[in-house]
């Protein structure tokens, strides 16, 4: 179940719709609540990922930075796969995923996979490709 509350100006949460109405209708007194509170992606991580793009792009001949956004999806594995059939065959597809559906933390681990991947394909510590791409 998923329930919206909202924070109030003195710090107490306050229901906000009404699943949330109902845990706390249902609720006895003094009984504990808990929630699952995501970790949301900061934009420091998203300028961060895009620097890793740049500095690929720029050190790989004849990518472009959008191109190096969907070749680490598929290379560490965050993409779906299609089967589609076709005359008679079928045809397997791969699709990068949104990281949109990332919290922070689900985000650090794609950034961590995906350093690795870079490094490797550049032939370059993973530690220096970190300090080039805070530098970017």
């Given at each position: ?8 100006p ?5 229901p906000a ?24 992606r ?11 793009c740049?500095?690929?792009a720029?050190?790989?001949d ?9 070749a680490i999806?598929l290379?560490?594995?965050h ?5 589609i059939?076709f005359g008679g ?6 699709t ?7 919290d922070?933390?689900g985000f ?29």
């Amino acid at each position: 179940m998923t329930c919206r509350f909202t924070k109030h100006p003195e710090g107490f949460l306050v229901p906000a719709d009404d699943e949330a109405i109902k845990v706390c209708g249902k609720a006895r007194a003094g009984e504990t609540i808990y929630l699952n509170y995501p970790s949301q992606r900061s934009m420091r991580q998203n300028r961060y990922f895009h620097a890793l793009c740049q500095l690929a792009a720029d050190n790989m001949d004849g990518t472009t930075p959008s191109e190096m956004k969907d070749a680490i999806k598929l290379a560490v594995g965050h993409s779906r796969t299609t089967h589609i059939p076709f005359g008679g065959q079928v045809f397997e597809r791969k699709t990068p995923l949104s990281l949109t559906e990332l919290d922070a933390d689900g985000f650090n681990d794609f950034m961590d996979r995906a350093l690795d991947y870079i490094s490797n394909e550049l032939g370059v510590d993973t530690s220096i490709l970190r300090q080039e791409v805070e530098a970017a």
